[in-house]
């Protein structure tokens, strides 16, 4: 992912303009992310970790969200609501298909319950929508690296999209280097099977 530099946090601006934010992400600006990240993320975990309530989880909640957010910030409609909303819609839809889609079950509140009750019903209808936009925007790539397990998807995009060294990718990802390469070369292995 296009994952900012651990950078200190800073206060949030008043005046920040997310939609402004969201073009610029959707014209390949790197650094429009970043300061969405900085700007929310504090907020955003913390609305992740209420509906998931595991750390861990929440913050691969968090990680998928700016992925999501980068890639398809050019489907952003300002007429149909603000940059702000988008954003916490696509962190806590994320959070919510975690819960109900997750491997391990994770016990949920009532309110949590009739959030997911109702994501499900909005689901019904915009499903088939999103699942053609997906696959039209990102094609046959997108579907090979969203089958990849997330570490090494991550490793992978570091490395090909963020142009990081494996050292670096190690420091990012505080995993072991030798770790690291493993996963890129499985991981690249799996693709190439996959775009066969």
Request: charged share 25%; with cysteine; glycine share 8%.
């Amino acid at each position: 992912m296009l994952e900012p530099p651990l950078i200190p946090a800073t206060v949030a601006a008043p005046d920040f303009d997310y939609e402004q934010a969201l073009r610029d992400c959707a014209d390949g600006d790197q650094r429009a992310l970043q300061r969405l990240y900085l700007q929310e993320s504090r907020h955003l975990l913390g609305v992740a970790l209420r509906i998931v309530r595991q750390r861990q989880q929440a913050e691969d909640v968090l990680h998928d969200a700016f992925m999501n957010i980068w890639t398809k910030a050019g489907t952003f409609d300002a007429g149909r609501g603000s940059g702000r909303g988008w954003i916490y819609s696509v962190v806590r839809n994320l959070a919510l298909n975690a819960v109900r889609d997750g491997a391990r079950e994770v016990g949920v509140d009532e309110e949590t319950a009739e959030a997911l009750d109702a994501q499900h019903a909005m689901d019904a209808h915009a499903g088939l929508v999103e699942a053609f936009e997906s696959r039209a925007s990102f094609g046959r790539l997108h579907d090979c690296l969203s089958r990849l397990e997330p570490a090494r998807r991550n490793c992978i995009l570091y490395a090909y999209v963020d142009g990081c060294s494996h050292g670096e990718i190690a420091q990012r990802t505080q995993t072991p280097l030798g770790t690291v390469k493993a996963w890129i070369k499985r991981g690249m292995g799996t693709l190439k099977e996959c775009m066969a």
